[in-house]
C-alpha cells in the first residue's frame, strides 16, 4: 500500500514536472521582450533632484520613479558629453572606441560603422527605435542615428552651446578667427533640427526655449505610434535632452518657477517631461513591459549641485562622473530601494541585449556587464572589479570597492569619505598597489596616456561639411 502510494505520487511529481517544462518553454519561445526607455539628461548635477538629496529643485516626477523603482547610486559615465554617448552606444570605455573627447560641429571624425551598437543589436531582435534629441557622435551623415541602429532620429547633432551666437564664436563672422577659450576654428555653422538625415530647422538662441517640449511632444508620439500600429513589437526609445546643459533654455512656462534661476527652472521642466513620458506609458498599460533607466551624461558644472559629491564636468572627481540614475520597472525591479554598487554607462548595452534576448558581440572586446541580478534586487555586488576613470586619454583614476586611488598615489575611501576630502595612503599600502596593478594592466590594454593596443579607431569621412537646411520652396 505504501509503495503504491509513493508510486503515484512519484508519477504524479514526474507529471507536475513535465506539465512545468513545457509551460516554461511556451512561455520562452512566446514571451514578448521588454520595451527599454531611456531618459538621458545633459550636465545634470548628482544632486540636482530630489531623489538624490536637492532641497533647490522640486522634482515629483522623479521622486515617484525613485519611490517606485530602484536608486543606483555609484553609477558613472564618462567626465564630458561625447565620451560618455559613445560608451553608452557600445558598451565600451570611450577611448577603446576612439572618442575619448567632445566632438565639434564639422569635425571628419564620429562614431565608427564596424562597431556594433546598442539599437543595432536590438533591432536584430525586432525593436522598433527611436532617438530624440541630442546625439553628439558626429554630425556628418555617415555618423547620425540612422546609419547605426536608430530607425528614426529627431534632434539636434550636438551641443545646445555650439552655435554662431556663442560668446566668443567669430563675432566678426570671419572665417578662421580663433576662438581664445579654445583655440579651436570658432564659425561654427547654425545650430540645426535634423528628423532623420534631413535638417529641417535652424534653431536659433529663442528657439531653445521649446527644445525639452518638442522632444517630450515627440516621445509621446512615437509610444502612442508603438500601442497603436505595432502592438507586438518591442521598443526601444532613446530621448536625450540638450537640457540642462549651458545656454539654459527653460520654456516659459517653466522661467521663474523654481525661484532659484534658469538653471533650476529648466531641472524642474526636465522633471516635467520625464513625468509626461511616465504617464503615457501608464496610460498605454505598457509599463508592466517596460523598462525605464533615468541618469545623466556627466557631472554637473557650476551652475549645478554636486553635492555631497568634490568635483564638477569634465574632472575625474566623483562629481564630474557618477550621475543620479533611478531604474523603474514595476514588478521586475524592486521599489523604494538603493544600491550602491559601482556600475556604469558600459552596462547597459550588455544588459538590454540580454534581456532582449540577443547576444552580446564576441568578436570584440565589450568593457560593460550585464548588470540584471542587481536592477531584479538578486545581487548588490558589483560586477567590476575595477572601474576606471579617463579622462580625454588619460587614465586618472581607478576604483575597486569602496577604494578609490587617483593616479598616482592619493587613496580615498568612498564609503567613508563620499567628498574625497583625505587621502588614507599612507595607512593603506596594500590597497595602493593593489589598485596601481589594475591601472598597469589597464595601461597594457587601452594605454595610461597614449591609445593601447585595445583602440579601436573612429569614423572618418574625407570632407566633412556642414549641415545645411533647404531653402523654403
Known sequence: MVKNHRRRFGNVACLCLVIAGVAAAQEKRGARPPNFV????????????????????????????AAQGLKLTSFYAAPVCSPSRASLMTGCYPKRVGIPRVLFPVENIGINAAEHTLPELLKERGYATMCIGKWHLGDQDEFLPTRHGFDHYFGLPYSNDMTPERAGEAAAGKNGKKNANTGRISKYPPLTLIRDETPIQVIKLPDQDRLVEMYTDEAVTFLREQKDRHSDKPFFLYLAHNAVHAPHHPGAKWRGHSGHGVYNDWVEEVDWSCGKVLDTIRELGLSDDTLVLFTSDNGGTRSASNAPLRGFKASTWEGGMREPTIALWPGKVPAGAACDAVLSEIDILPTFVKLAGGQVPTDRKIDGTDIWPILSGQSKKSPHEAFFYFNVNNLEAVRSGEWKLKLPGTLYNLDKDIGETT???????????????????????????????GCRPPGKVEHPKPLKVAPSK
Open 38 to 65: 531611456l531618459l538621458f539628461i545633459d550636465d545634470l548635477g548628482y544632486g540636482d533632484v530630489g531623489p538624490f538629496g536637492s532641497k533647490l529643485t522640486k522634482t515629483p516626477n522623479l521622486d515617484a520613479m
Open 423 to 453: 587621502d588614507v595612503a599612507k595607512d593603506h599600502p596594500d590597497v595602493v598597489k593593489r589598485l596601481q596593478g589594475y591601472a598597469s594592466a589597464m595601461d597594457g590594454d587601452l594605454g595610461e596616456h597614449d591609445a593601447g593596443p
